[in-house]
């Protein structure tokens, strides 16, 4: 990256930093997802920077990828896990948080967990550890805790435009010598008093573009060229889309996901049903100097 890329991603890390504050003051028991989602995604673009990918709402034993739909009526409960990333010309920083909207000591404890498992993780990173010490280091303070690791959730390395590109960052031991010595990386350990595991569950509302399909609705062409052009390789939703063109765009991402053109995210949920907590951070690792970007 040169000068002028890295500063668009420490832009974004400002953002990030900022909106991540503001979602803690307005995050509120019982009120609607979508409208939470809203705010944040709309406090991103007032500060100058774009949905990376959606605002994912997830309560509970739903670990990843619960975005609110268009005319979404849950309500915030429990433990919420809050995950959004900023995008800047397509250099993006992932950040993520956790809030006990219950008031239950458990709750409490599970988050503390997941922040520490991230603190320690970030030492570990700086101090040259490889992948597979830098996952140990997390299951290890889980296990202080009397919790797991999430195994088969991890870390991402970010480039422009992709969100999930090249190495992973395990949440385990997964035995990698890899040392990360320049890129940018997303670390975010999932921490649960279950199994440690996750399944797919119903379907997001979340799209990526894989590739260009043969699309001949015209309807349905002139939304995928949308997407194309809007969202590139970044992970979209329908309730964004449905702002644009109206509920009528729900026939259309049938119409261009059965092409074969796009992947839908299926929601992620803890193997047995236990409550999960998330942290994130993005970090800017360069000639050994790790830089805290979110």
Not at 230 to 254: A, H, I, N
């Amino acid at each position: 990256m040169n000068i002028k890329e890295i500063e668009k991603l420490r832009k974004a890390g400002i953002i990030a930093r900022e909106v991540r504050e503001y979602s803690k003051k307005i995050i509120k028991k019982d009120e609607l997802l979508r409208e939470i989602a809203d705010k944040i995604e709309d406090k991103i673009v007032e500060l100058g920077g774009k949905p990376a990918f959606p605002t994912t709402l997830c309560i509970n034993e739903v670990a990843a990828h619960y975005t609110p739909s268009y005319d979404d009526e849950t309500k915030a409960e429990g433990l919420l896990k809050v995950d959004f990333g900023i995008s800047v010309d397509g250099f993006v920083a992932d950040t993520a948080f956790s809030v006990d909207l219950d008031n239950i000591s458990e709750n409490k404890k599970l988050i503390k967990a997941s922040e520490e498992c991230l603190a320690n993780a970030i030492k570990a990173i700086e101090s040259g550890k490889n992948l597979g010490e830098v996952g140990a280091k997390i299951q290890e303070t889980a296990e202080e805790f009397g919790g797991n690791s999430i195994k088969n959730l991890s870390g991402h390395q970010i480039e422009k435009y992709r969100l999930h590109a090249g190495i992973t960052i395990p949440n385990y031991d997964n035995k990698s010598n890899t040392v990360l010595n320049k890129g940018v990386y997303a670390i975010e350990p999932f921490i649960t008093f279950g199994t440690g595991l996750v399944y797919d569950g119903k379907p997001s509302g979340i799209y990526e573009l894989k590739r260009n399909g043969a699309i001949r609705d015209r309807n349905a062409r002139e939304v995928f060229e949308y997407i194309l052009e809007e969202y590139q390789t970044l992970p979209f939703c329908s309730r964004w889309l449905v702002k644009k063109f109206g509920t009528r765009v729900l026939l259309s991402l049938r119409i261009i996901e059965q092409s074969g053109a796009l992947h839908h995210f299926a929601q992620l949920i803890e193997k047995s049903k236990s409550i999960v907590a998330q942290s994130e951070h993005t970090l800017l690792v360069s000639d050994g100097k790790v830089e805290v970007i979110t």
